[in-house]
C-alpha cells in the first residue's frame, strides 16, 4: 500500500512563510509528477504546483511568484516553499502523485492522494 503523509501547514499572519512537505511510502517503483492543490471552503480543490520527476514544474496563476515547489527523488518527498501568503491562500492542501508501484510481480500505475493539510492565513 502507498500513502502519502503531509506536513508544515498551520497559522501564519498574512505575508508570511510556511514550508509544506510530504512523503511518499510503499512499494513505489517510480514516481512521475508529485504536487499540491488546495480546497478553500466552498470552493473546488485547484492546482497549486506541480513537478515532474525531471523537474519540469507548472503553479497555478495565483500563486505564481510567491511559491516555489521542489523535490527529493532520493527520499520521495516533494516540498512547497510559500511566500507573502495571503489569506486567500487559507485552504487545506493536498498532496497528490502519479505513482508506478510493484504489485507481486507487476508493476501498475497508481495516483495517491495525502490526507491534506491545513493552511491559514490571518489578515
Not at 488546495?38 to 496563476?61: C, F, I, K, M
Not at 502523485?97 to 491545513?118: F, K, N, P, Y
Request: net charge positive; with cysteine; charged share 15%.
Amino acid at each position: 500500500q502507498v500513502q502519502l503523509v503531509e506536513s508544515g501547514g498551520g497559522l501564519v499572519q498574512a505575508g508570511g512563510s510556511l514550508r509544506l512537505s510530504c512523503v511518499a511510502s510503499g512499494r513505489i517503483f517510480s514516481i512521475n509528477n508529485m504536487g499540491w492543490y488546495r480546497q478553500a471552503p466552498g470552493n473546488q480543490r485547484e492546482l497549486v504546483a506541480v513537478s515532474t520527476r525531471g523537474g519540469t514544474t507548472n503553479y497555478g496563476d495565483s500563486v505564481q511568484g510567491r511559491f516555489t515547489i521542489s523535490r527529493d527523488n532520493a527520499r520521495n518527498t516533494v516540498y512547497l516553499q510559500m511566500n507573502s501568503l495571503k489569506p486567500e491562500d487559507t485552504g487545506v492542501y493536498y498532496c497528490n502523485a502519479a505513482l508506478r508501484v510493484v504489485s507481486g510481480t507487476t508493476i501498475s500505475d497508481l495516483e495517491v492522494w495525502g490526507q491534506g493539510t491545513l493552511v491559514t492565513v490571518s489578515s
